[in-house]
């Protein structure tokens, strides 16, 4: 079955939320928080959805 975008980024986000769980930023905010700003910077400056699903998971390693 092939997912559309909107599903596809839906999942990634649900991935990269669990990966970062109890994790937050200095501020006390959900970790989860930058990866989801940077991800809306990439689509807000006209990227694809593989473009948003890298920022999405850019830092979990």
């Known amino acids: 079955m092939i997912k559309s975008n ?5 999942a990634a ?3 990269a939320t ?5 994790q937050t930023r200095i501020g006390g ?4 928080s930058h990866p989801i700003a ?3 910077i990439v689509k807000d400056k006209g ?3 593989d473009y948003q699903i890298t920022a999405l998971f850019h830092d979990l390693l």
């Open 29 to 32: 905010e959900p970790y989860i």
């Open 18 to 22: 669990a990966k970062h769980k109890g």
């Open 13 to 15: 986000e649900k991935f």
């Open 6 to 10: 909107q599903e596809r980024i839906a």
């Open 38 to 40: 940077v991800a809306q």
């Open 47 to 49: 990227y694809g959805t």
